[in-house]
């Protein structure tokens, strides 16, 4: 499987200025920590962690900014994209996010309403019927991230994008709104941090040395910032004062990604590759490997469960990735753009 991630990484791009490496790099680690943290809910509310206050804070420290991180990672190309014209990027974006948004949504909500009886979280066909605007699990990323497309291709001025997301922001904080969609609010500065990132990352490259000493300092403040940001919100990832942490810890993962040899970790640019893919699968696949293991009464270790959901819902899908891209499949599915090109790229990474 090593060998036919590395073949799928490859054939994405032909020079390394078509495609950066480290994005990828950034990507797999950012889709790791979300089945991580998608798994450590799951078993919590299963009752499999007793230990809820150590539960609480690495739900705390993952949630801080992992998601953040993804709307960061999807602004960096949109420069790039846009200018291939307006239209082709919103055509493009209905294929690899629209469309999966929905196919996806109603898959996985089919399989939720069937299995009632097993998930922690059951749902209706009444809930399916309102995805056009009530997001369901963690497809609210795909509603939210399509929401910034959209806004990009509607506010050509910067300064007015800017305006609005950091308007966005104070509303959110100032105004409890209890839905999925006000995420966008929160995250709407990241992407346009994003937006702005790639000129200013492409010029600094550090040296091995000077990059990990930075990377470790920051991940020391990012530790600082976890305990600090936690204590004062309660615990509160979206807080205010959890702000710090998720800069940080957005940082922390971008001078990792940069300072990683770019060809000594090809299994974790074929994850990032395949974030889509796994995103998408990964609540099915790693809630899935959950249920069985309860019902066939494997020991209550929450460290054992956790392993083996986050296993899942990373390997199944990249399995699933592997056999629907030797059959042609991916677009199909929303997985891949429908065109005929060299380049597989995924959704969550624009």
């Known amino acids: 499987m090593d060998r036919e991630i590395s073949r799928s990484v490859t054939a994405t791009a032909s020079t390394p200025s078509e495609r950066q490496v480290w994005i990828d790099y950034a990507r797999g680690i950012g889709v790791i920590l979300v089945v991580f943290g998608h798994s450590l809910r799951g078993i919590v509310k299963s009752g499999v962690f007793s230990n809820l206050t150590l539960a609480g804070w ?5 949630y801080a900014f992992h998601m953040p991180l993804f709307f960061f990672l999807a602004g960096l190309n949109v420069q790039h994209s846009l200018r291939r014209g307006n239209q082709a990027f919103l055509v493009n974006k209905v294929w690899t996010i629209a469309y999966p948004y929905f196919l996806w949504s109603v898959l996985q909500g089919c399989v939720i309403i069937m299995l009632a009886h097993d998930v922690n979280t059951p749902m209706t066909f009444t809930d399916l019927a309102k995805i056009w605007y009530q997001p369901i699990g963690q497809f609210w990323f795909l509603y939210a991230i399509m929401i910034c497309h959209v ?3 509607l506010l050509p001025s910067r300064l007015t ?3 609005i997301a950091f308007a966005g922001f104070a509303i959110y904080q100032a105004v409890p709104i209890p839905t999925q969609l006000s995420m966008t609010l929160y995250d709407l500065p990241f992407y346009v941090a994003g937006l702005y990132g790639p000129a200013m990352l492409a010029r600094w490259q550090p040296d091995r040395i000077r990059g990990w000493t930075v990377a470790a300092l920051v991940w020391f403040a990012f530790a600082l910032m976890v305990w600090a940001g ?6 509160d990832p979206v807080s205010l004062l959890s702000l710090p942490a ?3 810890g957005i940082a922390g993962i971008v001078l990792v990604c940069k300072v990683l040899d770019q060809r000594g970790h090809r299994w974790l640019a074929g994850v990032g590759v395949m974030s889509m893919t796994i995103y998408v699968l990964h609540v099915i696949a790693g809630s899935g490997a959950r249920v ?7 020991v209550a270790d929450p460290w054992l469960y956790l392993v083996v959901g986050t296993s899942a819902g990373v390997m199944i899908p990249v399995g699933i990735h ?8 991916l677009a199909m599915f929303g997985l891949a753009p429908p065109v005929k090109t ?7 990474s624009t």
């Open 58 to 62: 690495m739900d705390y420290t993952v």
């Open 151 to 153: 806004l990009v291709v």
């Open 161 to 163: 994008l800017i305006g």
């Open 230 to 235: 936690g204590t004062l919100s309660g615990r």
């Open 246 to 248: 998720c800069i940080t």
């Open 292 to 298: 069985i293991m309860l019902k066939l009464h494997v």
């Open 322 to 329: 592997l056999v629907m891209k030797r059959l042609h499949l």
């Open 342 to 348: 060299r380049t597989t790229r995924m959704a969550v």
